[in-house]
């Protein structure tokens, strides 16, 4: 048999998905990710804490198996207010341009490229998984791959043509072919 959660615990839980699935922001100097609130925040710290409470008061047994998940809600608690406490609460941001230098936070390392050595900005390769090639006057380059969500790949594009204007170019998905090959882009090869 299936067991029914009562209505606040599935209002609790459905308030806890939006908020974390909450969809990127632009801003006027850049495209942030919103943290997930204080109040979930505090939420998993504080049920984190009161089951290590439990386990460690406990005689043991069945409270032991919890130690991992303990330590899970824990340590996302306290990353997600150290985010926040670092970022504010617009969040961290996916692309900002401040001043005169276009910032991009991806996998590897954020990347740093003043405006005054940005020719181009290419971006290709199939939705999803775009590749940000950032074009040199002298022809040098260097490429950042962030794995954002489709949404958020959106808001950055139309933020960076906002920002940039003629300088970004966006190209078309590649094909199967393309992909298998490794293709770079067209425009700037």
């Known amino acids: 048999m299936r067991e029914l959660k009562p209505a606040w615990a599935r209002g609790l839980l459905a308030a806890a998905v939006r908020a974390v699935s909450a969809s990127p922001q632009q801003q006027a100097d850049g495209v942030y990710q919103p943290l997930p609130p204080a109040w ?3 939420l998993l710290l504080g049920a984190g804490l009161a089951a290590a409470a439990l386990i460690v008061a406990g005689p043991g047994g069945p409270w032991m198996s919890q130690a991992v998940s303990v ?3 824990v340590g996302f608690g306290l990353r997600a207010w150290l985010e926040r406490r670092r970022h504010g609460p617009a969040g961290r941001p996916l692309v900002r341009l401040s001043g005169e230098v276009l910032q991009m936070r991806h996998v590897g ?5 003043p405006l005054s050595q940005l020719a181009h900005l290419v971006v290709y390769g199939p939705a999803g998984y775009r590749h940000y090639r950032f074009i040199q006057p002298d022809g040098r380059w260097q490429e950042a791959r962030p794995q954002w969500p489709r949404q958020a790949e959106a808001c950055v594009i139309a933020f960076l043509q906002r920002a940039l204007g003629e300088r970004v170019v966006v190209e078309a998905p590649q094909t199967a072919f ?3 090959r490794g293709d770079g882009p067209y425009f700037g090869s």
């Open 40 to 42: 979930l925040q505090w």
């Open 71 to 73: 330590g899970l809600a």
């Open 178 to 180: 393309e992909q298998a």
């Open 109 to 113: 390392a954020d990347v740093s490229v």
